[in-house]
């Protein structure tokens, strides 16, 4: 078993910054690809970005190419989103999600085992 707690979103202007973090716990060596996804009302949950654990390849949503940043601390158990230029379109509630095996397809939520439950950004214009 794998336990995903978020935290760090919060409300912020158009063109601000946030930083996610993930705090993994418990069997997680057996993870091969954490990822962040997000769910805006009455939408689709949809990839947002995604990293091997061990390779350290990241695969990003075009939607956010350029702007957030990926990354881990495998000594700390931590994922990270860096998240820049942010616009409204970006506001949801942002989930951490962790798989164990190799994805081939990264942005789709049913290849992924465990989850957190969610940490809320809102972006204003």
Do not use: H
């Amino acid at each position: 078993q794998v336990q995903l707690v978020e935290s760090g979103g919060d409300s912020v202007q158009a063109g601000g910054s946030l930083r996610l973090s993930c705090a993994a716990s418990g069997y997680t060596v057996s993870v091969s690809f954490m990822g962040w996804f997000r769910q805006a009302p009455g939408k689709e949950r949809e990839g947002v970005a995604s990293i091997e654990t061990y390779g350290g390849n990241t695969y990003y949503a075009d939607s956010v190419k350029a702007r957030f940043t990926i990354s881990r601390d495998n000594a700390k158990n931590t994922l990270y989103l860096q998240m820049d230029s942010l616009k409204p379109e970006d506001t949801g509630m942002y989930y951490c999600a962790a798989s164990l095996l190799f994805p081939s397809r990264w942005y789709r939520p049913d290849a992924y085992n465990y989850w957190g439950q969610g940490t809320q950004v809102t972006v204003s214009s």
